[in-house]
């Protein structure tokens, strides 16, 4: 069973800066992808943005030149330095981690990031 744990959520102002990270334990797989999605009240769950075990990475324009995307694959770790905080950023943020080889998806349990001065 994976077990997803994320940390670094929190508030903060219009313009600061926040670092989530997410590790994985439970079991092991070679191939998987990482990532973060992100849901706001009232609206569905969005993507936000994910990397593969090759480092490719995939961004949502909306946060795109803001939000860096990044990995460790030894510790099955993943990170997300978000930069420029807007308002409209506020959302419950969960952790994800497709197993490529079974099409598994896995979900943290969410951590909140509130925007607002």
């Known amino acids: 069973q994976v077990q997803l744990v994320e940390s670094g959520g929190g508030l903060v102002q219009p313009g600061g800066s926040l670092r989530l990270s997410c590790a994985a334990s439970g079991s092991a797989f070679s191939i998987y992808r990482m990532g973060w999605y992100r849901q706001a009240p009232g609206k569905q769950r969005e993507m936000v943005a994910t990397?593969?075990?090759?480092?490719?990475?995939n961004y949502a324009d909306s946060v795109k030149g803001r939000f860096t995307i990044s990995r460790d694959n030894a510790e099955i770790t993943v990170y997300l330095q978000m930069n420029r905080l807007k308002p409209e950023d506020t959302a419950v943020h969960y952790c994800n981690l497709l197993n490529i080889a079974t099409m598994t998806d896995y979900w943290g349990q969410g951590t909140q990031v509130t925007v607002s001065s």
């Open positions: 990397i593969t075990s090759g480092l490719r990475t």
